[in-house]
């Protein structure tokens, strides 16, 4: 029965899921077409675009105009999260794991001083990781830190993560976070991260640059996070001002 709280679209939208997950669908194959799903269900162009719209944002397909909607995932594993203030971004890190793959130390290239604003040459901190929602098996992004290689106690414990970023800097009692710097950008997965993420090299993604800045104006870090197109969701909630 059609209700606000379930409309068409969802309805199919949770066919479609109970097949794919049934394996009525595998993995690789594609889902029927808009118009296919139209005459099935006797609905709209727009109620079919929405159902398959609903799950794009659960990561369990992916659609790519003139090659259908093709099945990448059994069971629903998008990750949304509405981020406002840089309180939000520290319960972001609370709220899901990171793991360290590698911590090196390296000296700037002219890409890595940009980001660090620092000379080329200057050594640095450099810790890869993956991130993933607790108790998730896939992780839905791959985050690179960079810190200019100080001797003081951040340094120390980013040659040996088991945190996320934000809880790192929370448990140090860094304390004085005045500005985050965002930047979100399209891009391409290379070859290491399509990997890690179990996606295709050259996968749209979506890459998402933060600089974090004390009340002095120092950068204390930076982190650079791919995630695969169809794994995030960033949501805003915009309010007219007064």
């Given at each position: 029965m059609n209700s606000a709280a379930n409309p068409?679209?969802?309805?199919?939208?949770?066919?479609?899921?109970?097949?794919?997950?049934r394996g009525n669908y595998a993995i690789g194959t594609l889902l029927p077409t808009e118009i296919e799903i139209c005459a099935k269900y006797g609905v709209s162009r727009h109620t079919a675009r929405e159902a398959l719209r609903i799950l794009t944002e659960d990561g369990m397909v992916e659609r790519r105009q003139g090659h259908g909607t093709r099945v990448v995932a059994t069971e629903p594993h998008a990750f949304q999260r509405s981020i406002s203030s840089i309180g939000d971004l520290l319960q972001y890190g609370a709220d899901t794991?990171?793991?360290?793959?590698?911590?090196?130390?390296?000296?700037?290239?002219?890409?890595?001083?940009?980001l660090l604003q620092c000379e080329v040459g200057?050594?640095?901190?450099?810790?890869?990781?993956?991130?993933?929602?607790?108790?998730a098996k896939?992780?839905?992004?791959?985050?690179?830190?960079?810190?200019?290689a100080t001797a003081d106690t951040l340094t120390k414990r980013l040659s040996s993560i088991k945190e996320a970023v934000f809880a790192i800097v929370?448990?140090?009692?860094?304390?004085?976070?005045?500005?985050?710097?965002?930047r979100i950008s399209a891009d391409?997965?290379?070859?290491?991260n399509a990997k890690e993420l179990s996606a295709q090299t050259s996968d749209a993604c979506l890459l998402i640059v933060r600089r974090h800045f004390d009340y002095r104006g120092a950068l204390i870090m930076a982190a650079v996070n791919?995630?695969?197109?169809?794994?995030?969701v960033y949501a805003m909630d915009l309010k007219r001002s007064k």
């Open positions: 068409r679209y969802r309805q199919i939208a949770n066919e479609l899921r109970n097949n794919i997950s794991h990171l793991t360290a793959i590698s911590t090196t130390k390296i000296k700037a290239d002219a890409e890595i001083a940009e200057t050594r640095c901190i450099h810790v890869h990781c993956i991130r993933s929602e607790r108790h896939i992780p839905f992004c791959v985050t690179d830190v960079y810190r200019v929370d448990t140090l009692a860094i304390k004085h976070i005045s500005r985050v710097e965002q391409r997965l290379n070859v290491d791919q995630h695969r197109a169809v794994d995030f």
